[in-house]
């Protein structure tokens, strides 16, 4: 009987040691799960093999567990998981020093705005206070501040307070004085307000980012602080990548120091949009895309005009609650044809930010000089918010992507139709219009303008909602986007505006293994559910970079 026993016995361990061989080794199976793989079909299954940070395959649990041999078994608990989440547009350096700021963001007064800056701390005489986050139009009059408070309160110290949008900035007269700005000034004499002969510290576009350009930046060891706080931040809400609109030469080579380090493994994805310096032009675009695992560099962002909130967007007809006032270009016909040329040159993408009708225009018509038709340049209009419908076609006749904000149309929504009427406001946001051109678009926050998470973005893109829930039915609900568009907008969509699709924005075999576990399924849950979701773990290559405590 033992004999015939072993007879059998030993014939099948020797089937399953050779099936155990004849397995793949993996660093980890992720199994029991919902994976959404964003592939072209939007394929939804249940496991994942994961090798050197890298997706070997998908399927169900019972496919990969027999084929694959794991070096670890992670059980998602049938909980959902998606690619992780990518912001299209964003300031993820400017958020990392927002750390140093008094946030002013919420303020109801500018009585509310002083009052926070005098709780933030005591100040030494010839310190620098510097803020951001206000916003006039949620104060019941509904102006510009002006530095005199500011100079009463603080005559020996350097005040600087950007709005909320950055376009524009309250500077005291002694911060004035250090960047050289008087009532003589080489400015566009709109950036510069200036009554009854003296400057009201009211600074725009240009004259704003001279203005913050002389606020000292932090030394090196606490830059690497904020900037590891700023990514650990970005994690937490399920983001692997970030696409920084618009950097310096010095920002650049610390991203770049970072991303080739030796915490590189840890460090976000950035992709990152240079301003059309002389300095980045000869570094960079002169050279061609520059590409490393954690960092890519094939774009120049351009600014056409300013922001809505301001009333320096441009537009083509005057402001409905400022009928003298059509806005700012702040950048000639003539630049922006050679910043163009110089892209197109040496294989570069320009991202124009055009906010206003007249600025979307301006820049699809010079784009057209040197796109000609249909293209895979993947050139970019961030913003897009007001666009003429005479103008909407050209997005698809020059293969111009729509990078958008889906937020900004939530927090416009309550003064969008005073600053464009009740007809020209229905051109304003139009993301499914926008959508629909090219059949798709990217999606980001413009953080820290907006608040960081990609959860917001898909709820405000779905929901047309605030939030809190508001209004009912939503904003402009036409031009919402469905609950896949949304998602392939920060994800494969998004990775497609950053020329990074062949290797991440969805979870395909060869691809990046950066993905998210959420608590419940945005694709699936009661639509006011969605802005209640949190996310549990965050992968980078495969690697946990963050778990929820």
Known sequence: MKKKLLTLIVPLFFVFYSCSLMKTKTDFVLYNARIYTLDSVLTVTEAMAVKNGKVLATGTSKEILAKYKPGRLLDAGGKPVYPGFIDAHCHFYSYALSFRHIVLNGCRSFDEVLSRIKRSGE???????????????????????????????????????????????????????????GVHHAFNPAEVEIKNGRLTGILSEIAADHMKQAVPKPGPGELGKLISRAREDCFSVGLTTVSDAGLDLATVGVFDSLCSGKDSASMIRIYAMLEPSSENIIKYVSKGPYHTPRLLISSVKVYSDGS???????????????????????????????????????????????????????????????????????????????VDPSDLGKFKKFSVIPSVQATHATSDMGWAEDRLGPGRVKWAYAYNDLMKQNGWLANGTDFPIENISPINTFYAAVARKDVKGNPQGGFQPENALSREEALRSITIWAAMADFWDHETGSLERGKNADFVILDRDIMQVNENEIPLTKVMSTYLSGKQVYENP
């Open 308 to 386: 809505l909130g301001s009333r320096t967007a441009l537009l083509k007809q005057p402001y409905q609650d400022m009928p003298g006032q059509q806005g700012i270009r702040v950048i000639s016909a003539d630049s922006l044809r050679e910043i163009c040329k110089l892209c197109f040159d040496h294989g570069y993408q320009v991202n124009t930010h055009a906010i206003g009708d007249s600025a979307n225009k301006f820049v699809l018509d010079i784009y057209g000089e040197y796109l000609k038709g249909e293209n895979d340049r993947r050139w970019r209009i961030e913003h897009c918010q007001v």
């Open 123 to 181: 100040y030494k005489t010839g310190d620098w206070i510097v803020g951001q986050g206000w916003d006039h139009n949620l104060w019941k009059e509904k102006v510009f501040p002006d530095c005199k408070a500011l100079d009463d309160l603080y005559p020996d110290n350097p005040v600087v307070l950007s709005r909320i949008d950055g376009h524009v900035v309250l500077a005291n007269s002694k911060a004035l004085r250090i960047a050289g700005i």
